[in-house]
């Protein structure tokens, strides 16, 4: 079982990353995949959740608006599309998997916003 969590890099204030966390060893289309961040000294908090049908989504309140959180069960793979990002936005992001007592970490993927 691995989530591998790609796309992350440095970017200027204002732009665009999207990141994609794909599975392996299971079936992300039976479990609820939620992306999380943490920053230099902080506590590590969710920011995006989608349900296992991939219907219904919930986002931080920081990121509301201009993150996307989707996912393609063809492709066992889940993404997390970042616009106007912010030097606040700087943190090691975190993909998730759960279902039921099953929860799966990767094994994070920085993203820098900075001039």
């Known amino acids: 079982v691995q989530l591998v969590e790609s796309g992350g890099g440095l970017v200027q204030p204002g732009g665009s990353l999207r990141l994609s966390c794909a599975a392996s060893g299971f079936s992300s289309s039976s479990y609820a995949m939620s992306w999380y961040r943490q920053a230099l000294g902080k506590e590590r908090e969710v920011v995006a959740i989608i349900d296992i049908p991939g219907l219904l989504t919930n986002y931080a309140e920081s990121v509301d608006g201009r993150f996307t959180i989707s996912k393609n069960n063809a492709k066992n793979t889940v993404y997390l599309q970042m616009t106007s990002l912010q030097p606040e936005d700087t943190a090691v992001y975190y993909c998730?998997?759960?279902?039921?007592?099953?929860?799966?970490w990767g094994q994070g993927t920085q993203v820098t916003v900075s001039t």
């Open positions: 998730r998997a759960r279902s039921g007592p099953r929860d799966y």
